[in-house]
Structures are given as C-alpha cells and as structure tokens.
C-alpha cells in the first residue's frame, strides 16, 4: 500500500505522514483493540465455555466500531485535501480513502460473520449436515452436495 501511495505525486509531495497512511490505519486498529479489550475482561468476562463465542463477537464488532470512528479523523490529518492518482481523471478526497478502508473493514466482518453461520456448530447449517452423517457416509456426501456448501 505503501508503494501505491509512493506512485501518487500529490501524497509524495505531502510527505512522509501521507505516505505512512496504512501504517496509521494498522496503528489506529491496534489501539481500538487495546481499548476495547476491557469489554472481554471486565464489562463482560467469559464465565463459561458458551460465552466465549458471544464475547468474540461482541468485542470485534465494538473494535470495529471504534476504528470506523477514529480512522476519519486520523484520514482527514494525514492526507493532503486532493490527491490524482495515474488514470483517474477526477481528484480523490480523503474523505473516499477513508469510505474504501471502511468498505474493507466491514466487508470483513460482514465475510467474518457469514463463515461463521456457515462453519459453527452453533447454528443449524452445520447441525443439518452432522445429522445427516448419523444415517452414514454415503447421505452426509449426498446432503452436502444438495446444500452447495
């Protein structure tokens, strides 16, 4: 990333703060996660194996939260206000540097969350599929050819 952003002559002119962007975006992550932490451990503590899943959960849709929040200010201090990229006629704000990282992390925890319906025991995709393995090899590869999954 930081390489692309080296291609662009208005973050090069900027200087090194533009050109460490995605190094401030992982720092801005890395701190929401040391500030949400506290939820696991002391708002909500894992009392029982079952509450693990629902503090995993909670936890990274509060970081997620707090990054979305604290990655517009850190966007708008660290990118110059119009930047041109090669074959893109239009300028580019930081404002739409920030949507695209925000698209990514949402879009991840949107992945996230969808692969875990699909894959936890919690939930009856997987269930369906261990039960059809009761009646033996042959129905668990038919049904899981049926699902498409």
Excluded at 38 to 54: G, M, N
Excluded at 91 to 106: A, D, E, K, T
């Amino acid at each position: 990333a930081m390489l692309i952003g080296a291609s662009c002559v208005s973050i090069e002119e900027a200087g090194w703060l533009a050109l460490t962007y995605p190094l401030l975006i992982a720092s801005v992550g890395i701190l929401s996660c040391l500030l949400c932490s506290f939820v696991a451990t002391d708002l909500q503590p894992v009392r029982c194996e079952q509450d693990i899943e629902k503090a995993l959960k909670v936890q990274l849709g509060l970081t997620s939260v707090v990054m979305t929040l604290g990655l517009y200010p850190v966007t708008e201090w660290a990118l110059p206000s119009e930047m041109r990229f090669y074959g893109i006629a239009d300028p580019v704000s930081p404002f739409m540097c920030y949507l695209c990282v925000v698209s990514g992390l949402w879009g991840g925890c949107l992945i996230g969350f969808i692969t875990e319906y699909y894959t936890s025991h919690s939930y009856t995709p997987v269930r369906e599929v261990a039960r059809a393995t009761e009646t033996g090899a042959a129905t668990n590869i038919i049904y899981g050819l049926a699902l498409g999954y």
